[in-house]
């Protein structure tokens, strides 16, 4: 039914006539479906009639986004032409299970490509479930995605997603920010690694991580000790834990996320003699919400705000000229970041 819903005759009247086609493909979907590669594995066991173009070559364009909608999975067909004069095909399927908004996007592609496809020599131990196929549908192409029912003929019912197995993705990511917690407007800079912890999601937006990093001020001169003039400076090591995440699209979602800062907060006065650097430990906690678009699987860009409570306020002063920095009761923290995920 899902087949037959996107793989419309104006679809299929687009395919190929012959040949080895380029085209390009943009897939974008959840971590718990199919990834790209899996994909193009999955749309090749069905042809062999295409290939990736390269860059600037002229080609038809695939644009496959699937994303999560509450208890269910809503997949996006977009079939541009080579020259961008013809108007875009698109088509947008529903189901409870992501593989089978998928297979539906397989079936898609296959038949813009190849109106009979022919299937490749499949394993053995693929034939043991035949599927129920439709006159139009191509087959299952291996074992690994066997467990789908043929998307172009009725099913008495849809089996339930499959949960990824446990899992840790590892990110790298550079982050530049301005804080006002520690004293006055302070720039900083840092980076971080991030643990994805792909464990069992029952709810979509359940999605743990930990990110563990370190922050570098920039040094900062206060004048407000007059005549003495005071460089303070700040380092700090990084925690944030963030236990959920709230996908906006399937390029953008929004985490909110508790952290910490453990470090050290320096300070010099150039002007005072044998004045030395004077260094205290510094604590703190917070709120943040990350901002994150991903224009690739693997790039992503962030953007950050939050709320930061320094647990250790001890001004620093400046004898007997007065206080040079004390930090707030509460202060504020935004920044921008760039990250990679492996």
Excluded: K
Excluded at 294 to 307: N, S, Y
């Amino acid at each position: 039914m899902l087949g037959s819903t996107i793989c419309s005759p104006t679809v299929v009247a687009l395919a190929s006539e012959g040949g080895e086609e380029a085209i390009s493909l943009e897939y974008v979907a959840p971590r718990e479906c199919l990834d790209r590669e899996g994909f193009i594995e999955r749309v090749t066991a069905y042809t062999r009639r295409w290939r990736l173009a390269r860059e600037g070559e002229p080609s038809r364009a695939f644009v496959l986004h699937v994303e999560r909608d509450r208890d269910m999975y809503r997949a996006t067909f977009e079939l541009r032409g080579a020259d961008g004069a013809e108007r875009p095909v698109v088509r947008v399927v529903h189901a409870p299970a992501c593989d089978d908004v998928v297979s539906a996007l397989a079936v898609a592609v296959v038949l813009a490509l190849d109106p009979q496809p022919a299937r490749r020599e499949a394993p053995e131990e693929a034939q043991e479930e035949p599927a129920e196929l439709g006159p139009e549908s191509p087959p299952a192409p291996s074992s690994a995605v066997r467990r789908s029912r043929a998307v172009g003929s009725p099913s008495p019912h849809h089996e339930a997603p499959v949960a990824a197995p446990p899992s840790v993705e590892v990110a790298l990511g550079a982050r530049g920010e301005v804080n006002t917690f520690v004293s006055g407007v302070l720039p900083s800079f840092g980076g971080y690694v991030e643990l994805d912890l792909a464990l069992w999601r029952p709810i979509a937006w359940i999605q743990p991580r930990a990110r563990l990093g370190f922050l570098q001020s920039l040094t900062r001169t206060s004048h407000e000790a007059a005549p003495s003039i005071v460089d303070i400076s700040w380092t700090s090591a990084v925690v944030e834990l963030c236990p959920a995440r709230a996908r906006l699209s399937a390029r953008w979602s929004l985490d909110p996320c508790a952290g910490a800062h453990a470090g050290v907060l320096a300070a010099h006065a150039p002007n005072v003699p044998d004045s030395g650097t004077r260094r205290r430990p510094w604590f703190d906690a917070g709120v943040l919400l990350v901002g994150r678009f991903q224009p690739t699987a693997r790039l992503f860009v962030e953007a950050t705000v939050g709320a930061w409570v320094p647990l250790r306020r001890e001004a620093l002063r400046v004898d007997p000229d007065g206080v040079a920095s004390e930090p707030p009761r509460v202060g504020a923290a935004a920044g921008l970041g760039l990250g990679w995920r492996f």
